[in-house]
């Protein structure tokens, strides 16, 4: 089960599973997000190549207006993904 959603504050916390058969659903909501914002990993379980795909998307999309995704609360496991797919050199993560 995947779930993903943005608080009043205009930050997106993700639970569950991030895999392919959940990117649209991803991508329907981080298309909504036009400032800045955190994404919350705390919840999140698993993610899969896709899921890191809709993320670099978001994050590109971002960049060209001078903003940008901040990662916050990841699992080791998580961040090992992050590392070796050198995402961690694209993405601010805390």
């Known amino acids: ?14 639970s569950g599973r991030l895999d392919a ?6 991508m329907e909501v981080l298309g909504r997000i036009n400032e800045s914002a955190k994404v919350d ?3 999140l379980q698993y ?4 899921g890191l795909g809709v ?3 978001t994050q590109k999309r971002l960049s060209q207006s001078g903003k940008r995704l901040k990662l916050i609360n990841m699992s080791k ?3 090992d993904v992050f590392h070796f797919a050198r995402f ?3 993405f601010e993560i805390e």
């Not at 089960?1 to 993700?14: A, H, N, P, R, S």
């Not at 058969?21 to 991803?26: I, S």
């Open 55 to 57: 993320l670099l998307a």
């Open 88 to 90: 961690d050199m694209i």
């Open 21 to 26: 058969a959940q990117t649209d659903k991803a």
């Open 1 to 14: 089960m995947f779930e993903i959603k943005i608080t009043d504050q205009g930050d997106v916390v993700l």
């Open 47 to 50: 993610i899969s190549s896709a």
């Open 41 to 43: 990993f705390k919840e």
């Open 77 to 79: 496991h998580i961040r």
